[in-house]
C-alpha cells in the first residue's frame, strides 16, 4: 500500500486512462462509464456539501420500496446517477435501491455492454445531522448473447464475484473515492476548488487482524446466541491485550467500512430476529462492499459463506455481512460455526495457541 501525495497528481482521469492501457483490447467504453459516473458524483457531493444551505435536507414526502421516507438528497442522487447514465450511453440497463426492479432507460440513447446497480445515497438517516453518507455502485458486464435483446430483471441477479468493478463514495470530513477494477484498490480525495479526484492511496491494503469492531449493539438482544458470543468475546479483556476491542458505529456502512479497510477489525449486520435475513442489500450494498474488501486482502462473509459467491435470487434480497480484516472475521465465522475453542469454554492460553 502507498500513501500517494497529492503531488504526483494523479486524478481519477488519468488512473482510469492507465488502467485501460492494461487493457489492450479495451474499447475505452468502461472508461467513459466510470468518467460519467465520477461526473455525477462531483454532482452529489456539491449537493451534499451544501446540503444545510440549499434546502436539500429532509424528507421528499414519499417511501421507497422498503417503505423508509425519502430523502431530498437521496432523490437527487438518484436522478443524477440515473441521467448521468442515460446521457453517456454505456449501460443497457440500471437498478437502484431506491426504486422497484429495473429503471427504464431514456429512448433515443445508445445502449452499452454494463449493467450499474447503485445506492444512490447509503445511510440517509445521517444525512440531516451532517454524519457521513455514502454512494455505492457496482458494475457487470452483460452476458446476454443478443446485445439487442431487451434486458431483463434476472440478468442483474449475479454473484458478486462477476462484478467487473465496485466503489464507493464517503461524503465525510473529506469526499473520498474508493474502487477497484480487480486489480486491487485505489483511493481518492476530492478537490472540491478544482473538481477533482486526486490518487491518494494506491492499492490500499486492510490489516490482518484490527482493535476495532462496528455493529449496531442496539440489536443485541435480537441476535443469535452465537453472535451475543462472539461480541461478548471481543468486548472480554485477554491477558495479550488483544481485547477488549473498540467500538466504533456510525449507522452508515459506507463509512464503517471505511474505517475497518484503514484501521482493519471488523464491520457486521448480523441477522436478528427483526431481520433474519439481515439487513443490508446483498446487490446494492454488501457485494459491493465485499468486492472491495476482497480487493484489499480482507474477507467477507454472511458467517457462513463468501458473500461474493450467493446467486442472488431478487433484487431486493438482503443478508447478514460479516466484513473486514480476514483473522477478525474468520474469528466471527468460528462462533457463528459454533467452532471457536472459546466457546467451549477454552481458557485463554489454549485459544491463544489454537488460533
Ligand atoms: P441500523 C443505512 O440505512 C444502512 O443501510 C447501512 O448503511 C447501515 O450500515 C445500516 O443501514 C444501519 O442500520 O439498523 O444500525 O440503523
Partial sequence: MAIVTAQRLITIERHIAEQEHLHP??????????????LAFRLIAREVSRAGLNDILGLTGTTNVY??????????????????????????AIASEESEGLIPLANGRPRGKY??????????????VNAPIGTIFSIYRRKHPDPSAEVTETELLR????????????YGSSVTLVYSTGN???????????????????????????????????????????VRQYVDYLKT???????????????????????????????????????????????????????????????????YRRILDILPE??????PVFLGSPDDVAEAEAFLQRRHPWQQGVTEPHLQRSQ
Avoid at 454473484?159 to 464507493?168: F, L, T
Fill in 25 to 38: 483490447h479495451a474499447t475505452g467504453e468502461f472508461s467513459r462509464l466510470l468518467r460519467d459516473l465520477m
Fill in 67 to 92: 417503505g423508509e421516507a425519502v430523502r431530498k438528497l437521496d432523490a437527487y442522487a438518484h436522478e443524477v446517477i440515473i441521467r448521468a447514465m442515460e446521457y453517456g450511453g454505456h449501460v443497457c
Fill in 115 to 128: 449493467l450499474l446497480l447503485f445506492d444512490p445515497l447509503d445511510g440517509s438517516s445521517n444525512i440531516d
Fill in 159 to 170: 454473484p458478486g464475484s462477476e462484478q467487473v468493478a465496485a466503489g464507493y463514495v464517503c
Fill in 184 to 226: 486491487g484498490v485505489d483511493v481518492f480525495t476530492y478537490d472540491p476548488t478544482l473538481g477533482e479526484f486526486f490518487l491518494t492511496i494506491e492499492k490500499l491494503r486492510i490489516p490482518r487482524r484490527g482493535k476495532q469492531y462496528s455493529v449496531n449493539e442496539g440489536n443485541a438482544k435480537r441476535w443469535a446466541p452465537e
Fill in 237 to 303: 479483556p485477554s491477558e495479550d491485550k488483544r481485547r477488549p476491542y473498540a467500538l466504533r458505529y456510525i449507522g452508515t456502512a459506507v463509512a464503517d467500512v471505511h474505517r475497518a479497510l484503514h484501521y482493519g477489525g471488523i464491520f457486521m449486520y448480523p441477522a436478528d430476529s427483526a431481520n433474519p435475513s439481515g439487513k443490508l442489500r446483498l446487490l446494492y450494498e454488501a457485494n459491493p462492499l465485499a468486492f472491495l474488501v476482497e480487493q484489499a486482502g480482507g474477507r467477507a462473509s454472511d458467517g
Fill in 314 to 319: 431478487s433484487l431486493r434480497q438482503c443478508t
